[in-house]
Each structure stands twice: as C-alpha cells, then as structure tokens.
C-alpha cells in the first residue's frame, strides 16, 4: 500500500465541461475526506465518506459537484459544467480526523 | 464558527534561530488540534497533533486553551525546515479539519 492515490495529477479543460476525479484510499481507513485548495489558502472542507455513507457536505459543494464511494473503497468527484472559479488543487485525505489524515498529491484542476 | 487563524504568511529565519509559528483558534468546546506541513513538491503530511504531546522534529506544540493558541515552535531552526506550514482544527462534533491559511517558513543559511 503506497498511501493515497489520486489520479489525474492534472486536468486542464474548458468551461462548461464535466470532469471527474479518482481517490484511492489507504485500504484499511474506511473515512475519505475531499478537500479543495486555491492559491494562498489552507485546504478547504468539501465532502467526507465513512465507507460508502456520504457523512458530511460543505455549502462549498454545489450542486454541480458530486462525490461518491461505491463499495467504500475508491472515490470519484465529479464536477459539472465546469467554471473558472473551479480551478484548484482538489485533495483526497483518509483516516480518521482525530488521529490526523493521511493525504494524497492532489489533482491540479484548470478550467479554460 | 470553527475557524483557524495563522497571521503571518511569511516567517523568515537564520539557521539556528529559534522560530515560533502562531496558531489561533475559534471553538466553543475541546478541539483536537494538529500541524501539517507540506515541502517543496511534496504532499500534506501531518507533523504533529496536540493530544500525542510529541515531539517531531524539534518541533513541539502547547495547546493554551485560556489563549486559544497552538503555536508551533522549535529552538534551533535548519534549513530543511523551510516549508509551508498549517495549522489545523478538528471538532469532536464532526470529523473534519478546518485549516489556516498557512505560514511560509523560510530557513536561510
């Protein structure tokens, strides 16, 4: 188990375009938080699974993003018709919030 | 509201000073309370996290619930310590990190 995958590193696409992301966890943590991250700021909230059970979503999360966990082991975020205020660093994390999360690389999204 | 406050972006340092990063927080009840640090090309790894009292790499953390700070410190800085550093919250009554904006540590030689 080499820790948190996120795949694509990158995606650069045009407005209005949908896009999807893909966490893979550390096989034996059953939360997965997604985060974003634009220029100058910490990481910021957006969604968390316990298994597959989606717990918690920030007002962040529009309804043109979605996230899911099927099975509770990999995760995929989706954007809709995306826009240019929704380029950021989007950060996959699992473990447990109490005992510190374990993060992934990140995929670097730029809407042109 | 939870919330994080790192004031300085950029902490400027000569190797072997002491450095002290500032954290302060806004949480009505006990909260855990962590350093994650991220170097250059490299991914948010957690440093350090109150309840553990530990030391990770000189660094040590005090959690002053009278101030609501939890500032990062470490007597003799190196410049492998030069990264960006953030503060984080986590409330007992959810299970997310609120994070500060950062702090930029730079080490010079």
């Known amino acids: 188990d080499t820790g948190v995958s996120q795949d694509p590193r990158h995606k650069i696409t045009k407005r209005g375009q949908n896009v999807t992301f893909r966490c893979d966890p550390i096989?034996?943590?059953?939360?997965l938080y997604w985060y974003r991250q634009t220029l100058g700021q910490g990481p910021e909230f957006l969604t968390y699974f316990q298994n597959e059970a989606q717990l918690e979503k920030s007002r962040l999360l529009s309804d043109r993003f979605s996230a899911e966990r099927p099975k509770g082991s990999f995760s995929t975020l989706e954007i809709q018709r995306t826009e240019q205020g929704d380029s950021a660093m989007y950060l996959c994390?699992?473990?447990?919030?109490?005992?510190?999360?374990?993060f992934g690389s990140g995929t670097r999204l730029t809407v042109v | 509201a939870q919330r994080v406050t790192q004031p300085e972006k950029l902490l400027s340092v000569f190797k072997g000073a002491p450095v002290e990063l500032k954290c302060n927080y806004s949480?009505?009840?006990?909260?855990?309370l962590f350093w994650y640090v991220q170097y250059s090309r490299q991914r948010l790894q957690l440093l350090l996290r109150h309840i553990s009292r530990e030391s990770i790499k000189g660094f040590t953390a005090d959690l002053n619930k009278g101030e609501t700070s939890f500032h990062l410190k470490k007597p003799f800085a190196q410049e492998e310590d030069s990264a960006m550093y953030y503060c984080a919250l986590n409330g007992r009554s959810t299970d997310k990190l609120i994070f500060g904006t950062g702090t930029r540590l730079q080490v010079f030689p």
């Open positions: 994390a699992s473990g447990q919030g109490i005992y510190g999360y374990t």
């Open positions: 949480y009505s009840g006990s909260p855990e």
């Open positions: 096989s034996e943590h059953n939360r």
